[in-house]
């Protein structure tokens, strides 16, 4: 397997002003590229330690990337540094210097010298267009070795990587399947249906558990793996049933969307402790317009009986925190925004408002529809930020298996 | 300066599967105690990659930082790595053997001899009690150099750190104040404010400009320049006025949860292209339901006028994204849901439902009150979830303005 070192250029990352997400976004690709990441490094724009750096980086592997440090400030050394520790020298790009002048001039009026800085290139490089910032990225094959220079913002980076993956791809590229799951605790996924799972010894297996997921199955093989891999994944797929919510890069709020979309329906959320999470993030997916129709984040008790009309008997009797409220708060909401479905929520998230018979994390969900109402209450860990992320997910997950248990009925009803 | 290096470890790091937050917390905090951080390594789990890059630390650094590996696995090298890159053996650690060995028995009721591998310490280091986890932390002094091994999470990692702060904080430690404002440009603000911002040239000035947080000031120097960074923040407050929305480590929402709380006052929202991320920013808050009431995420035109009662004939004849309805939004929900004040946000997000009168990124926001309602257009840029972003920045600093010109002319009123 071909060694990779990524490294994250940039002051304000060894500072702690953001967080690096591209190296994440990039070691995930190398692995299916078939790469093996040795180190990630993140360095400050320090032309001797850049140099120092990249010197040892090209020594190691065989694969360099860098993002960041391609901006026209004195600042950015990213290109002088890695034309350095390669020996080699810089170039102007007429073409690239030319579109940066024009550019600067519609936008600024003026093109000072240094806005040509961006269109210095490693002798040798091939330039890699940016479709959305003014850095291009590099692209240098050197004694086998592969460099590779993008700039820093992730919305420039991503669309300029993802348009050479198929040129750095190696013989070790991988194929991976992604069963995602809800109501199977890992173990006893992993328990009863060993025998898929584990069925192919050339598979590898891998899970991953996490409150804002739920339990994910990874498949992975050689590219030449393909159809095992997907056999493995169907016959799990169809063993597993409705505790899978979604597969591959699907999220829980996008298989949701789907099936409202796919059938012309409806929803909308009352939301309590969740406090509008599950609402925003549905409206995260472009185009949902279609399929929601809004929400009321009932947070007091006093939005539940006004606005969402429970019955203060309900409150008074059972509390908010209650399948009974939630109940009501899912079927008057969704008569009241007039949508086919609707999902209400109401818990408790901490750190205060727990009490002996409702701890922080008792968290009581309702989907109604026009024909039947389901109610469920979880019991969750953690701190307030991990009960409210949890719930959101819960929350999709009711309203997915309501929508699926509903268009069963109707299915049903026209035969 | 004395230098630091810090290690991620972990194979979820470096296969992309998790983001590392814990090498941003520690290079912040590291700049503040007085180190210059000259890199940040992501590593596998792998022993002979750990031996030989922590030993390049030792060799460059004054301080070696590992987050990271100290599970009970045979996967966590960590611990054995740092002893073997230091020459050092692990040794028992009885106390901590014992306290793992009955909390074992006390969760799962047997106590393999795997759970001691986490009582091994580094001879001669010292251990750092874990409040949250079972995995210590440890650190080392050698030679003059100070090795800290902390654990991966970062609920255990951050409390351990924050225990020895004191400890290794640095004779070039930094004192730093942050002004955060809205509503002025950076290139305005750094021009027109230029005698207060560098007027002491022992002051080191940073500025951070983004979506999410509008434009930032740091005055950073010596712990020694404390006062007089103290007098440069204080009347550079006092000249900016209302356009600083914080300070420090405070956020927009923690401004206006404060000034609420403060005052025994409610809010409500009433949210279209925010889709709930107001809310749910809000309710990030603990203790913000004394304060917060709920909101109304009327996504739909429909919810707009059947929930909100926003009139037909304004939809009809300004569009759903006018400051004509959020001023009726505003102006309803804070009747409807009994709230002092209301915030109301309306825009296109895109990347669809742009019109030439009104491309993407036009949000429409109102205040309102007993006494007055306020409205603003914006004309944003980015993609959609930088646009709901910035909305929801803007949202809460019109609410914070809104509310201070209220308590102004109650003030008035008064006298």
Request: aromatic content about 6%; some cysteine; hydrophobic content about 40%.
């Amino acid at each position: 397997m071909r060694n990779a070192i990524i490294f994250s250029i940039g002051n304000e990352l060894v500072e702690g002003l953001i967080i690096d997400t591209n190296s994440k976004y990039l070691s995930e690709k190398l692995k299916v590229l078939g790469y093996y990441v040795v180190r990630i490094e993140t360095l400050p724009d320090k032309l001797d330690i850049l140099v120092e750096r990249f010197k040892a980086g090209l020594l190691e592997a065989d694969l360099i990337i860098t993002t960041g440090g391609l901006g026209p400030t004195e600042d950015d050394l990213t290109r002088e540094a890695m034309a350095q520790a390669l020996g080699c020298k810089l170039v102007i790009d007429e073409k690239i210097a030319q579109e940066l002048v024009e550019r600067a001039l519609k936008y600024y009026g003026k093109a000072p010298e240094s806005v040509k800085k961006q269109a210095m290139v490693i002798e040798g490089a091939s330039v890699l267009d940016n479709p959305v910032g003014t850095a291009p990225g590099q692209m240098l094959q050197l004694n086998g070795k592969i460099v590779i220079i993008l700039p820093g913002p992730p919305a420039e980076m991503i669309p300029i990587f993802e348009s050479i993956t198929q040129t750095i791809k190696t013989d070790d590229a991988l194929y991976t399947r992604r069963i995602k799951t809800l109501g199977i605790p890992e173990a006893v996924l992993m328990n009863e249906y060993k025998d898929i799972i584990y069925s192919n010894p050339n598979i590898t297996v891998a899970t991953m558990a996490s409150y804002e997921r739920g339990v994910e199955v990874r498949l992975t093989g050689s590219t030449e793996l393909k159809e095992e891999i997907d056999k493995v994944a169907s016959e799990l797929l169809n063993a597993l049933g409705e505790h899978v919510y979604a597969t591959d890069d699907d999220s829980i709020e996008d298989v949701v969307y789907k099936l409202l979309s796919e059938n012309s329906l409806t929803i909308s959320f009352a939301e309590s402790c969740t406090g509008g999470m599950i609402s925003s993030k549905f409206v995260d997916i472009p185009g949902v317009s279609k399929v929601y129709k809004g929400s009321v984040i009932a947070y007091s008790n006093e939005v539940k009986t006004s606005v969402l009309k429970v019955p203060e008997s309900i409150i008074n009797t059972y509390g908010a925190v209650s399948e009974e409220c939630v109940k009501s708060m899912a079927e008057n909401v969704r008569i009241l925004l007039n949508s086919d479905f609707s999902i209400a929520v109401s818990g408790i998230a901490g750190p205060s408002g727990g009490t002996e018979t409702k701890p922080v994390g008792t968290v009581c969900f309702a989907f109604s529809s026009d024909s039947f109402t389901r109610t469920i209450t979880h019991h969750l860990r953690g701190n307030r930020e991990m009960i409210r992320k949890r719930s959101t997910l819960l929350a999709f997950d009711i309203a997915r298996r309501g929508i699926l248990e509903w268009l069963r009925q109707r299915e049903v009803s026209k035969e």
